[in-house]
C-alpha cells in the first residue's frame, strides 16, 4: 500500500503516541507495583527521575527489575566499595551466559581465593612483562597485514582478532593452535550482543543467538579440558586452562569442568573485548586531533632515539616512559565509557545521601554518568588528554574497569596491549576512515555502526 505523505506522518506520530503512552502505562504499573509493597520507610525513595535535579541517584525500572542509578562519585564509590550492603546485581541475561561459576555468579570470598590463585599470571609488572614479545610480535604482523590489503577493512574486526589471538595464547599456549580462532570469535561477538539483552530465548532476540553461541563455546572448551587431561600436561610454564584445572580448595577439592570452563569462558570475554575497543577509539579520536597525535608520535620517537642498538624490541622500562600515551589512553577510557556500568543489588535496606535503595533493589552504577560530569570533568564532551596532567581524581570518579573487591583484574593487560599497538602504530601507520561521520552504536559497547572501515596506510 502507498501512503500520501501527509498519511505518512500521520502513521508516524500514531506509532509514536502509542508507544508514548504504552510506556507510559507500563511504567506507572511498575511505579505502583514495586513502590507500594515497600510500606513506610525512615527515609524517602530516590527521586524517580534525572528531572527532579542533580541528586547523585535516581530511581527506574531496567531489565525488569526496579532499579537505582548512582551517578556521582561519591555514591559510585559507596556501592562498588560496600561488599557488606551490595552483592552483584548483573541481568538475568548475563547470568546465563556467562554461568552460574563465572565471577559474575559466585560469592564474594569464593571470588577473592579464585582471583587470588588464578589472577596472578596477568597481574604486575613482572608477570606482564613476560608477556611484550608475543603482544609486539601479533601487533606488528597485524598492522603490516593491514596495511598491504588492496581494500579497506573493518577495523574493529581486525582488532577483536589481534585481542583474541594475544589471550588466546595467554590463557592457552600452545593448546590455540588447536583453535579455529575465527569461529570462536564470531561466537563471542554472538555472546557479547546479548549479554545486557532482555532475556528472551525466541529467535529474533539477542539473548537466543547469544544463548546458542554460548552452548557452542562451552563445547569447544570442554574439548580443550578433555584434551589437557589426556596429554597429563607436566611443562613447567603454566597457562591458565592449567593454573584452573590444578587449583584447589581448603578441603583439596578441584574445580568441577563447569567451574573452569564458566572461568574460561569469561576471561576470553572480557580479555579481548576491552583491548580491541580500546585502540580502536584511540586512534579514532588521534586521527581526529591532530595536534594530540603528533605530541604522542614524538614522545614514541625520543624513546626509540635513546634505544641502544643492540636492544630487540619494547621492554617494561619504555612502556613505563611513555607518560603522555598512558594520559591519551586514560582519557580515550573516560571519553568512551567502554563499560557504561556495574552491576549491584542490595542485600538489605541500604540509606545514601538520605535515600533509601530497598532490599532487593538493582544499583546500576553508571560510569558513563560519572565521567562525562561538567562538575567532574570541564567540558567533558572534549577528548583532551591534557586534562590528566597534575590531575588528582576524586576516589570514584575514574571507573573504567570498576571499583572495589571486583575490580578488572585484567585492566594492566588490556592497557598493556593498546599501549604496544599505539606504539607501532604511531611510529609506522595512519588511518583513513571511509565513513567519518557515520553513527555511533552504544550497546553493548560504544561502536561506529560500520565498525570503522578504513585503511591502514604506512608511513614512509
Known sequence: MVFPDSSWLVLVAALLGGYAFVFGFVRRVNEWYYVSRLGKMQHPLPPGDERYGRKGMYRTHLFGNPSIIVCSPETCRKVLTDDEQFKLGYPASTMALTGKRSFHGISNV???????LTTSPITGHEALSTYIGLIEGVAVKQLEELSSMNTPCEFLTQMR?????????????????HVDLALVENLYIDLNRGLKSLAINLPGFAFYKALKARKKLMKLLQGLVNQKR???NTKTKKDMMDLLMEVKDEDGRQLEDEDIIDLLLVFLLAGH???AHGILWTIIYLMEHPHVLQRAKEEQEEIMEIRPSTQKGLNIKE???MEYLSKVIDEMLRRTSISFANFRQAKVDVNINGYTIPKGWKVLVWSRGVHMDPETYRNP?????????????????????????RFCPGSDLAKLEITIFLHHFLLNYRMERMNPECPVTYLPVPRPSDNCTARIIKVT
Open 110 to 116: 569464593e571470588h577473592k581465593r579464585l582471583r587470588r
Open 161 to 177: 582478532k589481534f585481542a583474541f589471538k594475544v589471550i588466546t595464547t595467554i590463557f592457552m599456549d600452545s593448546d590455540a593452535d
Open 230 to 232: 589426556r596429554t597429563n
Open 273 to 275: 573485548e576491552s583491548s
Open 319 to 321: 612502556i613505563k616512559q
Open 381 to 405: 564532551k572534549e577528548y583532551d588528554p591534557s586534562r590528566w596532567e597534575n590531575h588528582t581524581a576524586r576516589a570514584g570518579s575514574f571507573l573504567p574497569f570498576g571499583l572495589g573487591s
